[in-house]
């Protein structure tokens, strides 16, 4: 695990009043399911269930899949080292810059780790590398924000049968643009769909995710999923909320709009460069200067939280990312780097 990913307020002294260095967007209501733990509070003088039969249930009924095209596990980071160890000592390719874990992961596996900046297109027959067992891909990507055209995304795992696909679709929730659904990965025999209710519902303390996909894939993954790994709460809030689908829901096309307008306000400064997004979070360059004295400035002078994301792979000290909040703190955020730009 890379040190400096995102909401690492932990490390200022001065109170963190405005966090984009996360991708959850913080506002999110969650009053209901806050009340709903606290009912069930008593229930952790119980063990969970060994497999999380009931929320894989739950959660199989909203996705309309079987039980055993659903596996649920800690947080999606979870999946993602339940997946590089059930396939160790594979060569993996992980579609870059993107998280870290897809290959840290793979490399306390085993596994062969080969960077892809691009993905093969039709005038190359959208075929892969010969030697790849398994393709990471990050679907909106963080930290680019982008989305693969789900023609283009089928046509890769159409033309390439004998590679699995890891599609983390971690923001789905937080893009219009169209993805895979689990029922359409869970008939391709070569995909795994990971899906994270912690980004979803701005839960990131419970650690909660499930994967999606083949059910012959799904059973390889569960003869490796250690027992209890999905505590009794975070149990709890999950069955609350697949009963409780529109618990914290937001416009979404407002938000977004204000995802464009705050990308474009920040490129309005003339010494940022801000990359297009397709969801609520974006990445952006500073034509000079460093992205690690810019964010100490904003948390120490402003307590605003950004990521320094030059730590990704492919990327250098001038960029950063950030997810978009609540207009008045987008706009504390863009009034605060004019005033560094202009020290």
């Given at each position: 695990m890379i040190k400096g990913h995102g909401d690492d307020a932990y490390n200022y002294r001065t109170p963190i009043t405005a966090n984009f260095s996360s991708n959850v967007f913080s506002r999110i209501d969650i009053g209901g399911l806050e009340r709903h733990l606290q009912r069930c509070i008593s229930r952790i003088k119980h063990y969970p269930e060994p497999e999380p039969y009931t929320l894989e249930d739950g959660l199989a009924k909203l996705c309309r899949l079987t039980p055993e095209e659903v596996c649920v596990t800690n947080g999606a980071t979870e999946a993602i080292y339940l997946i590089a160890q059930t396939f160790r000592e594979s060569c993996s390719a992980v579609v870059q810059p993107t998280f870290s874990e897809y290959a840290d992961a793979c490399r306390m596996h085993g596994h062969r780790v080969k960077s892809l900046y691009r993905l093969p297109e039709e005038?190359?027959?959208?075929?892969?590398?010969?030697?790849?067992?398994?393709?990471?891909?990050?679907?909106?990507?963080?930290?680019t924000g982008k989305v693969v055209e789900k023609r283009h995304l089928c046509r890769l795992i159409e033309e390439n049968p004998k590679v699995c696909f890891v599609i983390d679709q971690s923001y789905e929730a937080f893009t219009l643009s169209p993805l895979l659904t689990p029922a359409e990965a869970a008939g391709y025999p070569n995909v795994l769909l990971l899906h994270s209710m912690t980004k979803q519902y701005a839960i990131p303390g419970l650690r909660l995710g499930y994967i999606t996909g083949n059910t012959l894939l799904l059973e390889r993954l569960r003869r490796h999923r250690m027992p209890w790994s999905v505590n009794q709460l975070a149990i709890e809030a999950g069955l609350y909320l697949t009963s409780h689908p529109s618990e914290g829901?937001?416009?979404?096309?407002?938000?977004?709009?204000?995802?464009?307008?705050?990308?474009?306000?920040?490129?309005?400064?003339?010494a940022v460069e801000v990359w297009e997004t397709q969801t609520h979070f974006m990445l952006a360059q500073l034509r000079f200067g460093k992205a690690s004295a810019l964010k100490q400035y904003l948390a120490e002078e402003h307590g605003i939280l950004i990521r320094d994301a030059s730590n990704f792979d492919g990327l250098d000290e001038r960029f950063f990312r950030i997810a978009t909040q609540t207009p008045e703190e987008n706009q504390r955020l863009i009034k605060a780097i004019y005033q560094w730009l202009e020290v």
């Open positions: 005038r190359e027959e959208y075929r892969l590398a010969a030697d790849i067992a398994i393709c990471w891909l990050c679907n909106p990507n963080n930290p829901g937001i416009n979404l096309s407002e938000y977004l709009a204000e995802t464009e307008r705050l990308r474009t306000s920040l490129q309005a400064l003339g």
